[in-house]
């Protein structure tokens, strides 16, 4: 969901321009949900890490402030046929 307000649009934009910024984020921006109503935030997908989602929730609390962010994201290993999509083994 997505707010019709400048400011709301800003805030989101600004939230996937700091995904898509971010190196080992950036994979992300295409596949996560992000929408602003009111000043409020609301982020959701899947990560592959804890680690990766510490970080979007700073990146999304630093843009939009502490309190007024949702995070739905869900930690989850990728299987090992999407591991092997990323990474094609090479056959000699």
């Known amino acids: 969901v997505q707010g019709n307000s400048k400011r709301d649009k800003n805030i989101t934009m600004e939230i996937i321009k700091g995904i898509e910024g971010t190196p080992n984020l950036s994979n992300y921006a ?11 935030s609301i982020l ?7 680690r990766n989602k510490k970080e979007i929730m700073a990146l999304a609390e630093k843009v939009a402030g502490a309190g007024n962010v949702t995070f739905l994201l869900e930690v989850r290993a990728k299987s090992h046929r999407e591991r092997s999509i990323d990474s094609p083994s090479v056959t000699h």
Do not use: D, N, P
């Not at 295409?30 to 409020?40: A, I, L, S, W």
């Not at 959701?44 to 804890?50: A, D, P």
């Open 30 to 40: 295409q596949t996560m949900e992000v929408g602003t109503v009111h000043g409020k």
């Open 44 to 50: 959701r997908g899947r990560v592959v890490s804890e």
